[in-house]
């Protein structure tokens, strides 16, 4: 089982960056893939990105490639997500989660999630 913890969110003007981070529990960490989702107000969970176990490869939806990039600590178990030039409309809650299936985009192939850290950006 893994336990996961995200933080780093905030309030933050259209333009700026914010970096989450997600600690993970236990020695399986680099036995997972992991993702970021995003769900705001009224929306379905939806994947953002994600990166293998060796973070050799990583994936992004299209609306955030360019700006945000995901990275991995396996000594620190925790996986990152660099956000720069954030817009209104990435504006939510942000999720990590963590895959046996790497390059999963779908939120059916995580098994273990964070409580969310929200991220509101103004314009």
């Known amino acids: 089982q893994v336990q996961l913890v995200e933080s780093g969110g905030g309030l933050v003007q259209a333009g700026d960056s914010l970096r989450l981070s997600c600690a993970a529990s236990g020695r399986t960490f680099r036995s997972y893939a992991m993702g970021w989702f995003r769900q705001a107000p009224g929306k379905e969970r939806e994947f953002v990105a994600s990166?293998?176990?060796?973070?050799?490869?990583?994936d992004y939806t299209d609306s955030v490639k360019g700006r945000f990039t995901i990275s991995r600590d396996n000594a620190k178990n925790t996986v990152y997500l660099q956000m720069n030039s954030l817009k209104p409309e990435d504006t939510a809650a942000y999720y990590c989660?963590?895959?046996?299936?790497?390059?999963?985009?779908?939120?059916?192939?995580?098994?273990?999630w964070g409580q969310g850290t929200q991220v509101t950006v103004s314009s």
């Open positions: 989660g963590s895959s046996l299936t790497s390059g999963a985009r779908s939120r059916l192939l995580y098994n273990f």
């Open positions: 990166i293998n176990l060796s973070g050799s490869f990583t």
